[in-house]
């Protein structure tokens, strides 16, 4: 299978983690991003994120398959794909923030002269696909030069490399052939089993018997899916924080509990771990963004505002738990043991842990925090 020239668009987890995961399946790939301090820092070998596996492919394709620049126009130029993997935060009103997917897609506009598939890999609503297609043709480019194509990530961080190289599956949302057919081939090493039957192939799930799904779907389809995929997973760890609370008042043991209902296979195991509640970069943001889009097209989806409210209600109730123990907490010095969003990442994005300290503090109590990765 031939290598294809790719343009990543982003340096964060998402980008970097797809950088090198492509490089490691056999693509040529530019890595772009506006920040000069971080592609310098990348350029000296620097890994700027905890993830498990990351800082070894980085290291073997640095100045060979991977390079890193600030010049998006030239990687506009000599690509075949590019992957827009910016970031979207959530503006005031709970929407994603696509200012940072317009800018390079008005960029890309700029540069483009032959034909180029550009890829949406940062998680977006709805939409979007159509948005980034008008922003590119009242940039004065023709609508046969280009393809847009919804490819969602379903990365977790702290075991990203593995996730993207061993996927549940792998959506492409297209509607066009030539994009399609681009959009398979660059993953034609993970569908046909080629990857895995390699000696140095990064260990996982799947393997040249079981390679990953890849399903087709137009790009509307694969922009919900991803949005609707947080916010299943969401709802879940919400349901069992609520389950959580059923058995304390009725003194059940939740582990016990929590077992039973995952050894149902039409429900499994996963994400069903009591807590304070879900934090991090994607699923506040998504489970938001999911909700407002409802809310424009007439929908009515309470459910996640049901979602939201129980994971807020978590610290509070933790916090009450802290209360009934020590009486006051006023002058009470505290140990916080985990400052992430959860275990083997350094990300503090909407941790939970975070927001509890910040709510011991304002109780008039001292901390003292460690965390393994991101202190």
Request: proline share 4%; charged share 20%.
């Amino acid at each position: 299978m031939r290598p294809i020239e790719i343009a990543v668009v982003g340096s964060g987890y998402v980008g970097l983690v797809a950088a090198a995961c492509l490089a490691e399946i056999g693509h040529n790939v530019v890595c772009v991003d506006n920040d000069e301090r971080k592609v310098a820092a990348l350029e000296a070998g620097g890994v700027l994120i905890h993830e498990k596996h990351l800082p070894e492919l980085l290291e073997q394709y640095r100045n060979s398959r991977i390079r890193f620049t600030t010049d998006l126009g030239e990687a506009t130029r000599t690509c075949e794909a590019i992957f827009i993997a910016v970031g979207t935060p959530q503006s005031e009103t709970g929407d994603a923030d696509l200012c940072y997917v317009e800018a390079v897609a008005c960029e890309i506009a700029r540069s483009l002269t032959t034909y180029k598939v550009i890829i949406e890999k940062s998680t977006v609503p709805v939409y979007t696909n159509e948005w980034i297609r008008r922003a590119i043709e009242r940039n004065g480019v023709a609508p046969e030069l280009f393809d847009v194509v919804s490819n969602p990530e379903f990365l977790r961080e702290g075991t990203a490399v593995e996730d993207f190289l061993h996927p549940d599956r792998i959506v492409i949302g297209a509607d066009s052939e030539p994009a399609a057919s681009l959009l398979t081939a660059i993953y034609a090493p993970l569908t046909t089993g080629e990857y895995f039957s390699r000696h140095d192939a990064i260990a996982g799930c799947c393997s040249t018997a079981q390679p990953p799904v890849l399903l087709h779907t137009s790009t509307k389809s694969a922009e919900i899916i991803k949005h609707a995929s947080n916010a299943f997973l969401a709802l879940k760890i919400s349901f069992i924080n609520a389950v959580s609370n059923l058995c304390e008042a009725t003194d059940a043991n939740i582990e016990q509990v929590a077992r039973g209902i995952g050894l149902d296979n039409r429900i499994g195991p996963r994400f069903l771990r009591p807590g304070i509640g879900y934090g991090g970069s994607c699923f506040p943001k998504d489970v938001a963004a999911f909700r407002r889009v409802a809310e424009q097209l007439g929908i009515d989806f309470t459910l996640l505002s049901e979602v939201e409210k129980i994971n807020t209600q978590q610290l509070n109730r933790f916090l009450a738990k802290i209360r009934a123990a020590l009486w006051t907490l006023r002058g009470k010095r505290l140990g916080v043991l985990g400052l992430a969003f959860k275990g083997e990442t350094d990300d503090i994005r909407e941790s939970p842990a975070v927001a509890l300290v910040q709510m011991l503090l304002a109780e008039g109590c001292s901390i003292t925090a460690y965390d393994p990765a991101a202190m």
